[in-house]
């Protein structure tokens, strides 16, 4: 299996530290708001990446932050007059639900920023003490970027370019006299808290710590010093993920991780979708609309490292390329139930290696840089060929295994083909709520008609003196 790999800005082989085993670390969402579909990407991605490498019999030990500690989350809570705690909380719950809805598995762990800190402030011990860091007066904590000789090796920054640079931005916007940093390009590693601010003792001051030590904590304690894959979006690459590796490799003073993916922009109009340009839907607005399969199998129709624009025609596009492959497995269900022949016909062992060719399609385009989009293309192809070779002569068997093998490719993309009973119950309440509704309004044509639809998803009414009842036939 081939990925590209940001380190080495090429495709490169993944070769486990570790055979079997692959270690994978994705930065999670700042828990102040409900999600929007820009953050959903990397979701939607790198869950797909790892149900391949479980589909290719890799045991994947996949690791996901909440950060929930940060200036945003504590402006929200100030607005409200709430603790950060409850904002995160609450969001944290929220996050959840929609990754459900989109069929995101959870991950091994879900690590919190705030339950953490000790492990954090350990590590920034370690790189003081070895002198990658310093103190200032007020108490922060500073990485010192010129000390880590490969600073800049992530994002292909070089440090004397980004100095020289900032300076001459500095000097025509006139700005004098500097901060306590040795550098401009010195992080934060612990600041001190300000008043109404959540804080935790530590040995400089009392306070919070920087984003970038955060997931380098998480990474180490779930994963250990060495992890196989860390991923994120491209957002993340410079200051965020090269600041992970400054303090990682100094501190633990071995590789960080083997590999690096980043997924493009989500873009609408053309530009990043965010929450501080304020052009954003959030998944749940997207839920009001559509079942959040069809967003999924949106975000999978192009490649992951390609900027995807976000429209209305590309949803609908979607939604109608989704129902062609669900279409088919229902048909193969009605085959199932109602086919009479159980013989196996003449050509089925052919047009089982024509199922299998479009199978191996798949894999090939998966184990290029998780091409989806070109392993959609294949599953459509497998569809095609499904709707050809399949007829209500087919045998049991035949139609039994395409079935499988069709659902087998979803699963990798976490498309579900069977409807879930839950969902289906609502839309049994409301059916039945809506012909309650008719008969008090005497139109009992309608009401018989609702009765004669239930009654074909195999739903059977009783009118009760406590009310409708109904169980399934
Ligand atoms: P944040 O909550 O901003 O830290 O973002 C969480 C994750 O979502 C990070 O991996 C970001 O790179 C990613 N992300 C945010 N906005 C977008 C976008 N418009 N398109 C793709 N990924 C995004
Ligand atoms: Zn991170």
């Not at 492990?119 to 003081?128: A, C, R």
């Not at 089925?348 to 024509?354: A, I, K």
Request: proline share 3%; hydrophobic share 35%.
């Amino acid at each position: 299996m081939r990925i590209y790999d940001t380190l080495r800005a090429r495709k490169v082989d993944l070769k486990p530290l570790e055979e079997g085993k692959i270690k994978m670390y994705v930065c999670g969402p700042t828990v102040y708001n409900l999600i929007h579909i820009g953050n959903a990407r990397p979701m939607i991605v790198f869950d797909t990446f790892r149900r391949y490498l479980e589909y290719k019999g890799y045991d994947v030990n996949y690791v996901s932050n909440f950060t929930d500690v940060d200036d945003k989350i504590i402006k929200a809570a100030n607005e409200e007059g709430v603790t950060s705690e409850e904002i995160s909380k609450r969001y944290i719950e929220e996050c959840k639900k929609d990754m459900a809805g989109m069929n995101i598995k959870p991950a091994t762990t879900h690590p919190l920023a705030t339950q953490e800190i000790g492990g954090m402030i350990d590590m920034i011990q370690t790189l003081i003490d070895k002198g990658y860091a310093y103190v200032a007066e007020d108490g922060t904590v500073y990485y010192r970027v010129r000390s880590f000789k490969d600073y800049g090796k992530l994002s292909h920054k070089n440090l004397d370019d980004l100095e020289s640079g900032h300076r001459k931005e500095r000097e025509a916007i006139k700005v004098t006299g500097e901060d306590s940093k040795e550098s401009p390009f010195d992080f934060v590693l612990w600041k001190p808290k300000k008043e109404g601010e959540p804080y935790w003792d530590s040995p400089w001051c009392q306070g919070r710590p920087g984003w970038h030590i955060e997931c380098s904590e998480m990474s180490k304690k779930y994963l250990g010093e060495q992890i196989d894959i860390h991923a994120g979006g491209v957002d993340l690459i410079f200051p965020h993920h090269e600041n992970e590796i400054a303090q990682s490799e100094a501190a633990n003073g071995v590789p960080f991780a083997k590999y690096w993916m980043h997924n493009a922009f989500l873009n609408i109009n053309g530009e990043k979708m965010s929450k501080s340009l304020g052009n954003f839907f959030t998944v749940r607005d997207i839920s009001e609309h559509y079942d959040l399969q069809v967003l999924r199998f949106f975000m999978l129709s192009a490649h992951y490292r390609s900027p995807l624009n976000f429209s209305d025609e590309l949803m609908e596009s979607a939604k109608t390329g989704l129902d062609r492959i669900l279409n088919t497995v229902s048909n193969l269900d009605f085959i199932l139930k109602n086919g009479t022949n159980r013989a196996e016909g003449p050509l089925e062992g052919e047009d089982m290696d024509l199922a299998d060719a479009y199978i191996r399609k798949f894999e090939d385009a998966m184990d290029d840089d998780c091409n989806t989009a070109d392993a959609i293309a294949a599953i459509f192809e497998l569809v095609r060929a499904i709707n050809a070779a399949v007829n209500e002569d087919s045998s049991i068997a035949f139609v039994k295994q395409l079935k499988e093998k069709l659902q087998m490719l979803c699963d990798v993309l976490g498309i579900v083909t069977e409807k879930k009973e839950e969902s289906l119950d609502e839309e049994v309440e409301a059916l039945i709520a809506e012909r309650q509704a008719a008969r008090k309004a005497k139109d009992f044509a309608r009401a018989d008609a609702i009765r004669a639809q239930l009654l074909s998803m195999d739903i059977v009414l009783e009118d009760t003196r406590e009310g409708v009842k109904w169980h399934r036939k």
